[in-house]
């Protein structure tokens, strides 16, 4: 089996493969998808990640913009690092949030209303691949393993990415924490609604 090293590299190189405009039109899927999900379990938090430009992620702005302007009542949240660089702390934003770029080029809102973790109701979550068994491949710090310990167990986790599940087992470690389900450009996939 490939190393979790290799996978990334393989994942990344993947993702960076798709042009711009491809991105663009998998983001709007993917936004699309994920609101069809939103109208059937309607949470009151959200959780989610602000996109990192030079990773080519799912711009997930489209998601952040419609909450807000659809569903003003709807809390959103985002993560920013916190000066340990181990963990994060949860921030409130919105479309209208200034920005700024931390030193790994992640967005982060420069206004810090720091919110309670077991609020949140679901958490979109980043990553370069998940295998039918819930396990996410991401970039390799453990963030987000670390983060959902610090949640309500409730809560849903639901991966954001621009491809569907692979069909092969990823590596596990022993701390990694299972997603839910995962939202696509292809639709929603859910895998372990017990996780």
Not at 68 to 82: D, F, G, L, R
């Amino acid at each position: 089996m490939k190393t979790k090293a290799a996978w990334r590299a393989h994942y990344l190189e993947q993702r960076r493969a798709l042009t711009v405009e491809e991105r663009v039109q998998k983001s709007h899927a993917i936004t699309e998808y994920y609101f069809n999900l939103f109208e059937r379990e309607r949470p009151e938090v959200v959780h989610l990640f602000l996109s990192m430009p030079a990773k080519s992620e799912v711009d997930t702005r489209f998601v952040l913009q419609r909450l807000n302007q659809e569903y003003p009542q709807v809390k959103t949240v985002t993560s920013v690092i916190a000066e340990n660089q181990i963990s994060m702390l949860t921030i409130e934003v919105r479309m209208d949030t200034p920005l700024v770029l931390n030193n790994w080029g992640i967005p982060e809102p420069t206004t810090r209303i720091v919110f309670p973790e077991q609020e949140i109701q679901e958490v979109l979550t980043p990553l370069l691949a998940m295998d039918a068994e819930g396990i996410r491949l991401g970039y390799g710090k453990g963030f987000y393993d670390r983060f959902f310990v610090s949640c309500s167990s409730s809560v849903k986790r639901t991966g954001i990415n621009f491809f569907p599940i692979v069909h092969h087992e990823l590596p596990k470690d022993s701390w990694d924490i299972a997603l839910h389900r995962l939202v696509s450009a292809d639709g929603i996939f859910a895998v372990n609604e017990k996780a």
